[in-house]
């Protein structure tokens, strides 16, 4: 099996910093992109940011200069700085991790279980 467990989320006043943490256990062989989704109420699932297993990261411009993903391949671990918070940036953060499992071999994509941020204005 494999578990994501992310922390980190909270309430936050706008122009405050979050940083959210996911991490990925079980039987992992490799782990290649991992990834932060995001989703408001009332509005569809969203990428926000993600990088490559081999550092390579891309944001949605809304979070661009205010977001920093990054990862930490020893600990199987994606993280998430949010700086310069907004309202707008208020909903559920969803990490998201592309891997080979051991036991499989096979390239299958995991979800952790959801963290709200609130960003108060």
């Known amino acids: 099996q494999v578990q994501l467990v992310e922390s980190g989320g909270g309430l936050a006043q706008a122009g405050e910093s979050l940083r959210l943490s996911c991490a990925a256990s079980?039987?992992?062989?490799?782990?290649?992109?991992m990834g932060w989704y995001r989703q408001a109420p009332g509005k569809q699932r969203e990428l926000v940011a993600y990088i490559t297993s081999g550092g390579s990261t891309n944001y949605v411009d809304s979070v661009k200069g205010r977001f920093t993903i990054s990862r930490d391949n020893a600990k199987n671990t994606v993280y998430l700085q949010m700086n310069s918070l907004e309202p707008e940036d208020t909903a559920v953060y969803y990490c998201?991790?592309?891997?080979?499992?051991?036991?499989?071999?096979?390239?299958?994509?995991?979800w952790g279980q959801g963290t709200q941020v609130t960003v108060s204005s």
């Open positions: 998201n991790v592309y891997l080979i499992r051991i036991r499989s071999g096979v390239l299958s994509d995991y």
């Open positions: 079980g039987d992992i062989f490799t782990i290649n992109r």
